[in-house]
């Protein structure tokens, strides 16, 4: 009797190589056939999906392959009266697709393609009285939500227009006993949460209030023995949780807790040397999604062929210190 | 997009899901389209909850899709009667349920039901928690359903009682329970609130709470969550908040506090008067620091010959304290020693020593049986640095060997861990011997920290260890007059910043490299004797004179 410990194994055929140029061609395809199945059904993220895609290729060098005209005229399109931008054309506001429209247009140098003050103006009204977001006008609340406000607001250098001091009251109402945060008071935690938190708390130079120790070992026992990384406790390894913890391991300074040559052959096994792009685990089907997380996270780990990422906004640093944006990181 | 195997499939087979797939894409755009254009021209009518409903079943992540369904049922809310309102809702629920079945996971879902829940006219909360009951048997972990059903005990006024006991249940028939013990941890404290008076009375409740993780960990000694959760009930005792050392210096007419925490806040009394002074962080880049400086106005306290009585007060805390400096003194301190402040067991909680020591019998007990298990190992040694830090010092390290060759992947984490308690070790020691000399040589320290307790400390020998730098907290160090660091592999000096007494500084066979890496030493003034050898900067070319310009006072330079 006893628990088995949930893991992958990865195949002795699984690619050790980098193929960045499978990965550019990959994303710089994805989406010229609109007929797509997964495509059009993931058009309720479509905005998120860009970011992705745009941030990947601007990591490997390659956003010129994007046509940066028409994604902008497609952002503008998305904006609302409200302020708020929405996943697509048709659909509604909300902060996650704000933040990744802002983040797409600080890529491109072009933030006053969109009505900047709206957006400041949709965002502030989103705080409630206890310091927590909405995601949007309904009402759901979620410590992401917390981040998208701040990631935002940072990016456009308007901070101040929010109460941040109610807002970390919120953040840290949300840590548990494990040093680690939820979606709200009382939620488990969760790597993609901890990711938005610490996040959180960087952007707002409130890293000190971080049990550091404590969260950083939580986050290194997500190293199972395939080297790959899982989002809690008894959960498969994802491809994505190698951006979610290691992000926010380097965030409190404490990467070095991760065995980086495990991560990063397990990184290197998500790719698909057929098609491009990586998958949340060897053997599955890739996306965006996954991919920019695992060129991200190989990033983080040092690979000098893709540019340096910035752990709190999962963007390039040289975007960020073109803009003038340095976040705090604990050492 | 998670969990999607690749299937590898012949042409014939290939052509056929295309197929299917491009049939599935047609109706899926011209429903959504019908959608769309309903909602453009402000219909919120039966057949665009149909249409809606088409879509949402096997998509429900569609959000912008349950924002018109609650258009629609708002609406409906304003023209029809409250029972067809509830009748309505009511619906809502059941198809809410299939959408929950087919895709247990859709944050969209979850927020429309708790939505559509606490808007119905008569909500059937006990229902709502037998849904969350049926969803966690599926799958314990699923912290969506959780979250739910925290909202719906809180809207129906379920005990915090009856849910502790539906996480004993969970607990005892289960595995995967690490959603149980994390709910257990914000429950317990709602019951049984801590005093702040010893004993606690909540120390019945709490062994009842031993009991139960052990009971877990002996049956299943790979339950990780257990173990979590067992660190966790160690160490929840809070450090009291206090002024833990105060410092005054006539030479730099200078006054240190160090507090518990990092904090703000502080007034200095001098002599019954009031000192306006400006306190700083001992680095800039140390913000959020628990040890402050202030530098006096000239001629305050430089008289030998005049006795001064400081107070400092932590003004949110209304904490204070004093400190005499007396004539002929050229500094005086006022501290609590780390033994006092149970510093170092601050980690563990404050619980009777017999109940620890049965726990600790315990666990070594089970390693007898799996010597593999590093989480035995890792709360053996836990349970020692409560019990007797400096008593067990030895079957610590031991332990910290067998951890580093059981869970290789994580010896990094259990070298710095090491590194911290054979600091606190050498904490205790050095306020045993009352010195104020801490060293601290050839021990494996990969990392530094409780700087702040070493306010006091006027020579440190770090040598022979692993350490790659002295950041910026090294400048607390604000009494060092003498660094002896050989042997490290430390490339960054940003800590000796403006280290007011520091003379002598070895940093023989380290990895300094760059003439910058050593930019800090000319912000300490009394700097006499270097020595650099065995480092790489020593191969720059003009290295000499570069630095006799960059360190000019220092006349004892080693190459």
Not at chain 2, 437 to 448: A, E, R
Not at chain 2, 499 to 525: F, G, R, Y
Request: aromatic share 8%.
């Amino acid at each position: 009797m006893g628990s088995q410990v949930k893991d992958v194994i990865i195949k002795p055929d699984a690619p050790t190589a980098l193929m960045l140029d499978k990965h550019a061609d990959y994303i710089a395809a994805y989406g010229s056939n609109k007929d797509n199945y997964e495509y059009t059904l993931s058009e309720y993220l479509r905005m998120s999906g860009m970011y992705w895609g745009l941030t990947v290729m601007d990591l490997m060098g390659q956003l010129q392959r994007m046509n940066r005209e028409e994604i902008t005229d497609f952002i503008k399109a998305c904006q609302h009266e409200c302020g708020g931008i929405s996943a697509s054309i048709g659909h509604d506001p909300h902060l996650l697709y704000t933040l990744s429209a802002v983040q797409i247009l600080s890529l491109y140098d072009n933030v006053d393609a969109i009505d900047v003050d709206k957006v400041v103006e949709y965002v502030q009204g989103l705080q409630q009285e206890d310091g927590s977001f909405a995601g949007d006008k309904w009402g759901e609340i979620d410590t992401r939500f917390s981040f998208c406000a701040v990631a935002t607001l940072s990016l456009l250098g308007k901070m101040d227009k929010i109460n941040v001091d109610k807002a970390v009251e919120f953040i840290l109402s949300c840590m548990n006993f494990d040093g680690g945060f939820g979606c709200r008071p009382g939620s488990e935690s969760h790597a993609g949460q901890i990711y938005c938190c610490t996040g959180f708390l960087s952007l707002t130079g409130q890293l000190h209030q971080v049990n550091a120790d404590l969260l950083g070992w939580w986050l290194c026992e997500r190293q199972l023995s395939s080297g790959g990384l899982n989002g809690r406790p008894e959960k498969l390894p994802d491809v994505c949780y190698s951006w979610w913890v290691l992000a926010s391991l380097k965030i409190i300074g404490r990467i070095h807790w991760i065995n980086k040559a495990k991560l990063r052959a397990f990184i290197l096994a998500c790719q698909d040397e057929e098609t491009g792009g990586f998958s949340d685990r060897p053997g599955d089907m890739v996306d965006p999604f996954h991919t920019l997380f695992g060129v991200a996270g190989l990033s983080l780990l040092g690979e000098e062929r893709v540019k340096s990422v910035n752990p709190v906004l999962c963007m390039p640093e040289d975007v960020l210190q073109r803009i003038g944006l340095q976040p705090d990181l604990l050492s | 997009m998670h969990g999607r195997l690749k299937v590898k499939s012949t042409a014939q087979q290939e052509e056929q899901k295309r197929q299917e797939r491009e049939k599935k894409l047609k109706i899926f755009v011209a429903v959504r389209d019908a959608c769309f254009s309903k909602r453009k021209e402000g219909i919120w009518d039966d057949e665009a909850l149909k249409l809606t409903q088409q879509v949402l079943s096997s998509n429900p992540d569609f959000a912008t899709l349950w924002n018109y369904r609650k258009e629609i049922l708002m609406h409906q809310e304003t023209v029809k009667e409250k029972d067809e309102v509830q009748t309505i809702y009511g619906a809502e629920l059941s198809f809410l349920e299939s959408c929950l079945q087919t895709n247990p996971k859709s944050y969209g879902s979850w927020y429309h039901r708790g939505w559509v829940s606490s808007r119905m006219p008569k909500p059937d909360w006990a229902r709502e928690l037998t849904l969350c009951d049926r969803c966690l048997s599926l799958d314990e972990r699923n912290f969506h359903c959780w979250d739910y059903r925290r909202m719906v005990v809180k809207m129906s006024g379920v005990s915090v009682d009856q849910e502790l006991a539906f996480t004993d249940r969970l607990i005892g028939s289960n595995f995967s329970n690490y959603s149980s013990w994390h709910y257990r941890s914000t429950l317990l404290p709602l019951l049984h609130p801590e005093s702040p008076e010893p004993p606690s009375p909540c120390l019945k409740p709490l062994l009842k709470e031993y009991e139960l993780v052990q009971n877990a960990f002996f049956t299943d000694p790979n339950d990780q969550s257990a173990w979590f959760y067992y660190r966790w009930l160690l160490g929840r005792a809070e450090r009291e908040d206090m002024i833990s050392c105060v410092y005054v210096s006539r030479d730099e007419e200078r006054v240190a506090v160090a507090f518990s925490r990092p904090s703000v806040g502080l007034l200095l009394v001098l002599d019954g008067q009031p000192q306006r002074v400006e306190w700083r962080s001992v680095h800039p880049r140390f913000k959020h620091s628990p040890l402050w400086i202030c530098d006096l106005p000239p001629g305050t306290i430089s008289d030998i010959s005049y006795e001064h009585n400081l107070t400092v007060h932590w003004t949110e805390k209304h904490i204070h304290r004093d400190c005499a400096l007396y004539t002929g003194r050229t500094e005086s301190y006022c501290r609590d020693s780390a033994m006092d402040q149970e510093l170092f067991r601050s980690e563990l909680s404050v619980e009777k020593t017999s109940v620890l020591q049965s726990e600790l019998q315990s666990c070594n007990q089970l390693q007898e049986l799996e010597p593999l298990n590093k989480w035995c190992s890792l709360t053996i040694i836990l349970l020692m640095r409560a019990l007797d830090p400096l008593g067990y010092e030895k079957e610590m390290l031991a332990h910290f060997q067998t951890l580093r060759e059981v869970d290789s992947m994580r010896s990094a984490y259990y070298s710095d861990l090491c590194s911290k308690f054979m600091i606190e070790n050498t904490i205790l020691k050095m306020e045993y011997a009352e010195v104020r000399v801490f060293s601290i040589s050839d021990k494996n320290l990969t990392t530094l920290c409780h700087l702040d307790q070493l306010l006091l400390v006027t020579h440190i020998n770090l040598s022979s260890n692993q350490l790659q730098r002295l950041p910026p907290q090294f400048a607390m160090l604000q009494c060092l007059e003498v660094l002896e660091a050989d042997n490290n592999s430390i490339e960054n000096l940003e800590g000796l910043y403006h280290l007011p007494k520091l003379e002598e500084v070895l940093l023989k066979n380290n990895k300094i490299s760059t003439l910058a890496d050593l930019q800090p030493l000319a912000s300490c003034p009394k700097l006499k004797r270097l020595d650099l050898r065995g480092n790489p900067v020593t191969q720059i070319a003009n290295v000499e004179s570069e630095l006799a310009e960059l360190l000019p006072a220092v006349k004892d330079l080693l190459l």
